[in-house]
């Protein structure tokens, strides 16, 4: 089935060292997002990407940094994450960003900080 | 800029009762999306439905419902005879549809309502 998947599903890191979550999709769609999503909180846009059309939100901190070598990859870097950092990853796709297609999600990535 | 709110934060009824979640939005978009989203304990973000701001008609879908009304900037969802698996986060989300500047169609989601299904 065509899907959104995100590896690992759990993440544990040290305070400070660099970590990277990987997002793949098999829907060949051309807008992917990535949310960061903290306990009993809604999901906060990070970045997204239209083809290469990269954009960050103005409030994501410098800390984080994405990539998106091809339509089909998308990948989260925390360069030193912090304990604040701690929290649930999310990549979504969706296949135009002006439509009522929904946006289709991954299982996450729940990241915790040591 | 755009605004979700639900104000219900928690809601517990018994199974088989039926339940509505509260959604109310703010946009200055001409045309806009709105959806709802099913989050269970084990954290992934499941569609469930969605409406076009042109289209205001309501619909049922099995067990879902939803009720928009543009005049109110409402959007508010109703399962019929809840059960123990609909326990989960809802979210009400709102994506722009007007193309230009570098939205991209993003989600603004809600807060979220947590809904306990007691059997």
């Known amino acids: 089935d065509a899907m959104v998947i995100q590896n690992p599903r759990y993440q544990v890191t040290q305070f400070g060292k660099p970590v990277t979550l990987s997002c793949s999709q098999t829907?060949?769609?051309?807008?992917m997002y990535w949310y960061q999503q903290k306990s009993s909180q809604a999901p906060k846009l990070l970045f997204h990407y239209y083809d290469k059309d990269f954009n960050n939100e103005a409030d994501t901190p410098d800390n984080f940094q994405s990539r998106r070598p091809n339509t089909s990859f998308c990948f989260l870097d925390i360069r030193s994450p912090g304990l604040g950092d701690a929290a649930m990853y999310l990549c979504a796709t969706r296949a135009a960003p002006y439509s009522n297609q929904p946006q289709h999600f991954g299982d996450g990535t729940r990241l915790s900080i040591l | 800029a755009q605004k979700v709110t639900q104000a219900q934060t928690e809601i517990s009824v018994v199974e088989k009762e039926d339940v509505t979640l509260d959604c109310v939005y703010e946009t200055r978009d001409t045309t806009y999306y709105l959806f709802w989203y099913k989050q269970p304990p084990s954290g992934e973000l499941v569609f469930l439905i969605r409406?076009?701001?042109?289209?205001?008609q309501n619909e049922i879908s099995g067990r879902y419902s939803w009720n928009f009304q543009k005049s109110t900037s409402s959007f508010n969802f109703t399962i019929t005879a809840s059960q123990v698996v609909d326990s989960a986060v809802y979210f009400c989300?709102?994506?722009?549809?007007?193309?230009?500047?570098?939205?991209?169609?993003?989600?603004?989601f809600g807060q979220g309502t947590i809904l306990t299904v007691h059997p």
């Open positions: 989300a709102l994506s722009g549809g007007n193309a230009g500047g570098t939205s991209y169609g993003k989600l603004t």
């Open positions: 409406r076009n701001s042109f289209d205001e």
């Open positions: 829907l060949n769609h051309n807008v």
